[in-house]
């Protein structure tokens, strides 16, 4: 059946930096995360506030989070909701028989809301506090994504620059202020038109980023970061990632699942 099948292809990965995979999801998936989202809403458990500022405060003037996207981080931590297995039967799913080499590293449900501002081109692995870049985002959609609802855009291939600067995601300038801006006319940018269930996987550098929503509908993604086990903390890549508290320089991450 198709979907045991292993669906990453890691060569492609490499050369591309990013790969779309149509109808990932089994519809009980998609039932079991969709239900997650919306007992969320209802729910008191309270979307993050802030992106992460890898080495420092936030500036001032900074807006919260809510002004670009609404995000649950780690949703798995809450035993009120079927999250961890829900990514133990996604890892199998996209894995397959190499799923024991895997780790997850976080969890975000992501609801992109009408009127919510850009949220700005960057890589995910400079806000992570790890030595080697040899992962994975796999970013599923639990709505139709247009480009006027803010699908996900790509950068083919800017991969291959490595991990460069954390971005500050409301602005699109890099937190240390050393002047990087990402150019989207160096790339031949892709931004797929997808349905709920297909899914979008991108290398940990790829550069990627969503506009405006300008419908009246929240545009749901259920986006999930793996790595290969083996991987260990590096604290000065991301000093400020909150698991400092539990975790030491240097040890092997142990993953979620
Ligand atoms: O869903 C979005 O618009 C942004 C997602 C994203 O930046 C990510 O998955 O790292």
Redesign the pocket.
């Known amino acids: 059946m198709k979907r045991e099948i292993q669906a990453f292809r890691q060569k492609h990965l490499l050369r591309e930096g990013w790969d779309l995979i149509p109808d990932l999801l089994p519809s009980t998936l998609i039932s079991s995360v969709t239900n997650t989202f919306e007992q969320l809403i209802k729910s008191n458990r309270n979307p993050s506030t802030q992106i992460l500022f890898t080495h420092n405060e936030p500036p001032e003037d900074t807006p919260p989070l809510s002004s670009i ?1 609404t995000q649950w981080l780690n949703p798995w931590r809450w035993e009120e909701f079927p999250e961890k297995e829900n990514c133990k039967i996604l890892k199998h799913i996209l894995f397959g028989e190499e799923s024991n080499d895997w780790l997850l590293f976080q969890e ?1 449900l ?1 609801m ?1 809301q009408p009127n919510q501002g850009d ?1 700005h081109w ?1 890589q ?1 692995m400079p806000f992570f506090p790890l030595d080697n870049s040899d992962g994975v ?1 796999c ?1 599923i959609a639990f709505d139709k994504c247009t480009k006027e609802n ?1 699908a ?1 855009m790509i950068a083919p291939r800017s991969h291959l620059s490595g991990s460069l600067v954390s971005i500050n995601l409301h602005t699109g300038k890099s937190q240390d202020g050393n002047g990087f801006s990402f150019v989207q006319k160096d790339f031949n940018i892709v931004q797929p038109i997808l349905n709920p269930g297909d899914a979008l996987l991108f290398h940990p550098c790829t550069f ?1 980023a ?1 506009a405006k929503n300008l419908t009246k509908l929240p545009r749901r ?1 259920w ?1 999930t970061v793996w790595f290969r086990k083996g991987v260990k903390f590096k604290r000065q890549n991301a000093p400020n990632h909150p698991m400092w508290k539990d975790v030491k320089d240097g040890s092997i991450v142990q993953g979620i699942l």
């Open positions: 996207m975000i992501f992109k949220f960057h995910d985002t970013w803010g996900l990627h969503s993604a986006a």
